[in-house]
């Protein structure tokens, strides 16, 4: 079965160049794909690449990615000095030494201690290169979020597929009692008739009309032939590679049309009790279709 659930967790990560790339995705139901990316400080210029990245795997739900970053930075770093600031203050300090008549022995030492003299600065990062490591921990943390909604989907299938099994027994059990009911009412109406008429002779033509409509208005065939090929087609939409949760929801609704028209078609007890069991069916396989991908 290839049916995936919407919902799902992933995770990757990718050591490089002495730092550690981590992404964590969690997934739940959407009728769309509605994608929210994190990314660390400074990394904003990737976010297009993490999104079509994800898109291609991820076709519907609400999707949460985080990456981060950990490690040493130290090849980004430089130190920068503020020379113009350092004139500033040897000037201010030669003076206060002047007006207090006092020696100026700054040092460069203690003018480097100095307030901004020194300036540490992180380059910018070559976004080109940092991606395949950040691409590497994407993919990954896809591949277990895609594996375990495989898994979830596989057994949401499964259970679909027992549903689908007792939903089509019903429709044979309600088929199959058609022509009973039809014999019951044919006789209902001879004997109804012949009461009203007080055993006066029935003209067989007009009793072969009346009972011709009666067997029209109880014809359910067009909407159990509609049943079956909907579930021959729920059967393979649950087998198909692409996302059909879309239209396995679509089609449930068809399926809960041709019931209620065969209920209201079918004026009797027991076939009614079938019809609350169909629809009960379709509720339940409906709640579990809301997390298909």
Known sequence: MSSKSMTGFGRGETEAGGRMWTVEIRCVNHRYLDL?????????????????????????????????????????????????????YRDALADLGKTLDLNNDTTLSQLASYPDVLVREQRTEDLDA????????????????????????????????ERLDNFSRVV???????????????????????????????????????????????????????????????????????????????????FLREVNTMASKINDATIAHLTVELKSELEKMREQVQNIE
């Open 130 to 161: 940092v991606w395949d490591s950040m691409e590497s921990a994407l993919k990954e943390a896809l591949v277990t979020c895609d594996t375990m909604r495989s898994q979830e989907g596989d057994a949401m299938a499964r259970d679909l597929q």
């Open 36 to 88: 929210k990316i994190k990314l660390p400080r400074g990394y904003a210029g990737l976010e297009e690449r993490v999104r079509k990245t994800v898109a291609a795997t991820l076709s519907r739900g609400r999707v949460d990615v985080l990456l981060s970053v950990s490690g040493d930075f130290s090849d980004l770093m430089e130190m920068r000095a503020n020379t113009s600031l350092a004139l500033i």
């Open 172 to 254: 044979h059990d309600i088929e199959a009692a058609i022509p009973e009911l039809l014999q019951r009412r044919e006789q209902n109406l001879k004997e109804r008739l012949q009461k009203l008429l007080d055993n006066v002779q029935l003209d067989p033509q007009r009793l072969a009309q009346e009972i011709a409509i009666l067997a029209d208005k109880t014809d359910v065939t067009e909407e159990i032939v509609r049943l079956y090929s909907h579930i021959s087609q729920f059967r393979s939409f649950l087998e198909s590679e692409e996302a059909t949760g879309r239209k396995i929801d679509f089609l449930l609704q068809e």
